[in-house]
């Protein structure tokens, strides 16, 4: 039997522990195959509810929501026709671990019983001994005569483990299963992209999202330079008509060495997909403005290549990519889409710039019998809000005429921003 332990609290609900304790379920795990623990359940899932610390601002009616559900804990549920096991357990020494380091950060906040405060690693390892035990009590207690849980290897495991626990047994426990942790994680992200790289599937999805995650550093990370990047890149690979297999969302995963990103970026579903590449940010601290750009610009580079490598990408064209981004960086020009009339072209321009500068956008208007041309800038966006504020973009003989989406994400995006506009042509090529 695979076992889960995870928490919950008012608008937070799932991941594991913090802390030394992230990775403890694995030994309990791994004791009771060694004792030969049987169970005709395939999977556990033991959930460790604790009452929040703080909470954020748009979800506060939550809390009472989650402290009325607290109240009627102990639950539990035996799922027979898929071989599932789920306790939710009242876990209030839990808090501080969980919630404690981050509390100054939120508005609302709660205090905790006065019991359940400062508990040391050590108390709360053999806390989850202890809710382990309750779980097994649960799950007895409910227990039909086809049913299968072997309760005493199961006790006798668990408390043979909670004899142990000590400072020095929980240091060498943390140390051995994080590395182990890790290894697994590596070999893992090494033998899928193996198979990727073997697999070279057809290679017909257009591009939807590009972005740079950095791994393990807060504030505005690489900002303002990674946000305006991806826009240049996302609008170039387009117009490039650069296919990737199965995926339409890049990624470049980001950090300090290759074997951190192997372990930490990792794909959930079909249509993403992460490059990687390796960046030192203290060097990258320490450079100029023009030096941080760069920077940017070549671990994009690096996590694009990567990813070509291993999907067998069209590297010709992803060269002819970086290549036109290289000749004038952050001013690099891009089109957004191009109408045209039997009397004019309209190509509507802009510049990828951060969001306090904001994209200035340009209609560059050519009058076909004349060769005439007329640039003009009609506006600034964010580059998340452009396809929403240029949706429909018609050219009449007189008219240039402009209406923005009108969803629910359109208003939220758009705000006060003009929403229709009307350009009188004649006026507009000769101001």
């Known amino acids: 039997m695979i076992i889960h332990l995870q928490t919950r609290t008012a608008a937070e609900y799932g991941g594991g522990l913090r802390g030394c304790l992230s990775n403890f379920y694995l030994l309990i795990q791994s004791e009771l195959n060694k004792a030969g623990f049987n169970s005709s359940f395939d999977t556990m899932y033991l959930f460790l509810s604790y009452p929040p610390m703080y909470i954020s601002p ?8 989650n402290d009325k559900f607290h109240e009627t804990l102990p639950s539990s549920r035996l799922d027979r026709r898929y071989k599932q096991i789920e306790v939710i357990l009242k876990a209030p020494e839990f808090s501080e671990n969980e919630q404690k380091a981050d509390q100054a950060k939120y508005e609302h906040q709660f205090d905790i019983d006065d019991r359940y405060k400062d508990l040391s690693q050590v108390d709360l390892a053999k806390t989850v001994i202890d809710k382990y035990l309750e779980a097994g009590a649960l799950i007895t207690s409910k227990l039909k005569a086809e049913d299968q849980f072997d309760l005493e290897t199961y006790n006798r495991t668990l408390l043979a483990i909670r004899e142990k626990i000590d400072e020095g047994f929980l240091k060498e426990t943390t140390d051995r299963l994080a590395a182990e942790v890790k290894k697994e994680a590596i070999d893992k992200a090494i033998a899928l992209r193996k198979e990727r790289q073997h697999s070279n599937k057809i290679k017909d999805k257009v591009i939807r999202d590009f972005r740079v995650y950095l791994r393990g550093v807060e504030q505005k990370r690489l900002y303002p330079y ?17 296919k990737f297999p199965v995926y339409h969302h890049i990624y470049i995963g980001v950090a300090g060495s290759i074997d951190e990103c192997l372990e930490h970026f990792k794909t959930y579903d079909h249509w993403q997909q992460y490059g990687l590449s390796v960046i030192d940010y203290s060097n990258y601290q320490s450079e100029t403005e023009k030096g941080k750009e760069k920077i940017v610009f070549d671990v994009i580079v690096e996590g694009l290549r990567d990813l070509a490598a291993i999907d067998h990408l069209d590297k010709e064209a992803i060269e002819k990519v970086i290549d036109e981004i290289k000749i004038k960086g952050l001013d690099t020009e891009l089109v957004l889409s191009i109408i045209e009339s039997k009397t004019h072209k309209l190509t509507i321009t802009y510049f990828s710039r951060d969001m306090e500068e904001k994209c200035p956008v340009y209609f560059n208007l050519l ?3 004349t060769g005439k041309l007329k640039r003009k800038e009609i506006g600034r966006v964010n580059n998340d809000q452009l396809y929403f504020w240029l949706q429909k973009v018609t050219l009449t003989k007189t008219h240039i005429k402009v209406k923005s989406g009108n969803s629910i994400a359109a208003d939220v995006s758009l705000k006060d921003l003009p929403r229709n506009m009307e350009f009188d042509i004649k006026e507009f090529i000769n101001e």
């Open 226 to 242: 990674d946000y305006q990047y991806c826009e240049i890149f996302l609008n170039l690979l387009r117009k490039h008509n650069v």
């Open 367 to 369: 009058e076909k019998a």
């Open 58 to 65: 748009g979800v506060v009616s939550m809390k009472a929501d």
